[in-house]
Every structure is written in C-alpha cells, then in structure tokens.
C-alpha cells in the first residue's frame, strides 16, 4: 500500500510529469489526487502521468485520473499516459478509458502530443 508520486516541469513547462509509482486504489488514490490537484491549483493545466511504475490501479485511482481530466479540460488543458504495462492498459481496455485518455509508450511520444500548446 506504498505509492510514490513526484512531478516534474517537462520541455519548458509545457507539460507537468506526474510519476507514480506502486499502487492507486482506494488508500494511495488520495496522495495521487492531492498531486495533480496541486498541479491544477497553480495553473498546470498540461500533464503527463507516467504509469510505468504502476502494478495495480482500481476504479478509485481511475476515479481520480477521471475527476483530474475533467477538471484540466475545462481550462483548455490535457491529460496523457504513460503505459506499457498490458495489466494496466487492459483496465482501460476493459473500462473504455482507453477512449477517452491518449496512451503513449515513453515520455518523448507523450510530449509530442502537445505540439503546438503554450
């Protein structure tokens, strides 16, 4: 039940790098959501959450990723994975997530996504 969450500015601040390491459920989820609402709060409307590290998530951390999306969305903002892990992607396979968050392989490909964004 250990979770480890750091951020970090990406290419000249136009993206935010959320990392999060170990497991997102209904104990972690809450130290994942205080991040990227800190984020939001001091206008960071651009990130990239990096899944990488992640063994297990459930519709708790999921709720958070959900709620964080909405909330960037409506400051004209995005919110992109990093994931490989077939586990993980399965769950947004099997929940349709995968529809509504882009899902890249490395943080090179998600940063490409936001070409163009100040």
């Known amino acids: 039940m250990d979770i480890k969450v750091n ?5 000249g601040n136009r993206a ?13 989820s809450p130290r994942v959501k205080e ?3 800190e984020l939001i ?3 960071h409307y651009n990130m990239v959450v990096n899944l990488e590290g992640v ?3 459930d519709s708790t951390g999921l709720g958070v990723l959900i709620g964080a999306l ?9 919110i992109v994975l990093i994931c490989t892990n077939p586990q ?6 099997i929940t349709g997530l995968i529809k509504i968050f882009d899902i890249y392989k490395d943080e090179a490909e998600a940063l490409g996504s936001f070409a163009g964004v100040s």
């Open 41 to 43: 709060d001091a206008g």
């Open 16 to 28: 935010h790098a959320v990392e999060v390491q170990g497991e997102i459920d209904v104990y972690t």
């Open 55 to 57: 063994r297990y998530i």
């Open 88 to 93: 993980i992607k399965k769950i947004f396979n």
């Open 70 to 78: 909405k909330k960037v969305r409506e400051k004209n903002g995005k």
């Open 7 to 11: 951020t970090h500015p990406l290419e």
């Open 35 to 37: 991040t990227i609402n």
